[in-house]
Structure formats: structure tokens, C-alpha cells
């Protein structure tokens, strides 16, 4: 079953609003990964916050994580159409050793109206 | 510019004729990934690899191969493709294999459709 879970799936704002994504998961883990994904383009890496961390900002992004709610954020202030993509979660789980892989979430679709 | 780069970016081919998508990063990464992506199931991985000669099944590997002769390509085989792999799919790498402490950089993708 998916490690993480984003929520919601989509989401319509109009620019210069505040969008928050949730991502939820289910078994504990080291670090946790935000990233955006443009329509028809690769992922990209947005931020990582470790399991130790509570808040970790980045521009206009701020990640929040709840190791006690295995559950973490994504806040963009002051949106921009140009922040319409879709934006995912991974979250890593122990392959053996001190490997990891990361499992991404569905993702959350933003949209954002000029 | 430190990027990852696949090709073909959309193939339309037939069931049964082998194909290759290729991948080239250009930052030494040791570590190497594919993924397909497809609506409502999100990103699942099919292979991986630690380093050059080193592979390794991922969530999904029925149907796929992968080689890593050289560090920097990564190319994924579909000797005999079937419908079932038309789906969008990703190369990414990362510095190392230890993806719970540094990103992963991906290739802008291949669509690919399977008739």
C-alpha cells in the first residue's frame, strides 16, 4: 500500500491566496520529501525536512511534519499561476541496511487562477 | 547543466517489438532509477541501480530489463512490450543510493503507447 498519502487531490486557488497540502503516512520514517511535478515534465525537488524537524522553510514554502500524526504539510504563501502543478510527497522506507527507497503519494493537483 | 536526460520523449509502437528507452545523466551520479507513472496509482518503481553492474528489481519489474554498463546511462529494455506498459515513465538519479538524505533529480519522461 502507498507509504503516503497526499490530501487533497486537487486543489483551486486564485492567485495571491495560501495553498496547504497534507500528506499522511503510515510506518515511521527517517526524512520526508515534497515534490512538484509541471504538466508533462519530470518531478522536481522542492525540500526534504528530517524526521527530527518540525518546520523547515524554503522561499514561500513552509513543511511542517508530525512524527506523533505521521503526517506532514506543504504551504505556499502567496501563490502564483505559475505554481499550478501537481505536488507529491515520498517518504522513505528501509530496504536493507542503510539503503532506502522512497515511495511517492498520488499527489495533489494545485491549480492556481490569475 | 546538470540534468537527466531520456529519449525517445513519446513513442507509439506495437505489441511485441522490442524497444529501449535510454537515460544519460551528466552529474557522476552512482545512484540510477526508473519509474512509471500512471493515473491513480502514482509513481512505482521498476528497477534500480546502486552503481555501475549493479541492478536491482524495484515494485514493478515484470516485463522490463535494465543494463548499467557505464555510470552515466541507464537504459531500460522492453524486449516484448504489451499494452499493459503504455504508461509515462521516468529516469531519475541521486548522488547515492541513500535516497532518505539527498533528492533525486529526474528526466522530463517518455510517454509511451503500446498498441
Known amino acids: 500500500s502507498q507509504q503516503g498519502e497526499e490530501d487533497p487531490q486537487a486543489l483551486s486557488i486564485q492567485e495571491g491566496e495560501n495553498a496547504t497540502m497534507n500528506c499522511s503516512y503510515k510506518?515511521?520514517?527517517?526524512?520526508l520529501q515534497w515534490y512538484r511535478q509541471n504538466s508533462g515534465r519530470g518531478l522536481v525537488h522542492l525540500i526534504l525536512?528530517?524526521?527530527?524537524?518540525r518546520e523547515k522553510h524554503s522561499g514561500r514554502l513552509r513543511v511542517t511534519l508530525d512524527t506523533s500524526k505521521k503526517s506532514s504539510s506543504l504551504l505556499i504563501t502567496a501563490s502564483r499561476a505559475a505554481d499550478t502543478a501537481s505536488y507529491f510527497c515520498?517518504?522513505?522506507?528501509?530496504?536493507?541496511?542503510?539503503?532506502?527507497?522512497?515511495?511517492f503519494g498520488k499527489g495533489t493537483l494545485l491549480t492556481v487562477n490569475p | 547543466e546538470a540534468q537527466v536526460t531520456q529519449n525517445p520523449r513519446y513513442l507509439i509502437t506495437v505489441t511485441g517489438k522490442k524497444l529501449t528507452v535510454t537515460c544519460s545523466q551528466n552529474m557522476n551520479h552512482e545512484y540510477m532509477s526508473w519509474y512509471r507513472q500512471d493515473p491513480g496509482l502514482g509513481l512505482r518503481q521498476i528497477y534500480y541501480s546502486m552503481n555501475v553492474e549493479v541492478t536491482d528489481k524495484g515494485d514493478v519489474p515484470e516485463g522490463y530489463k535494465v543494463s548499467r554498463k557505464e555510470k552515466r546511462n541507464f537504459p531500460l529494455i522492453l524486449e516484448s512490450p504489451s499494452p499493459n506498459q503504455t504508461s509515462l515513465y521516468f529516469c531519475a538519479s541521486s548522488r547515492t543510493g541513500d535516497l532518505s538524505n539527498q533528492p533525486q533529480h529526474f528526466g522530463d519522461g517518455t510517454r509511451l503507447s503500446i498498441l
Open positions: 510506518t515511521s520514517i527517517n526524512n
Open positions: 515520498a517518504t522513505d522506507r528501509n530496504s536493507g541496511g542503510s539503503n532506502y527507497k522512497l515511495t
Open positions: 525536512i528530517r524526521s527530527n524537524e
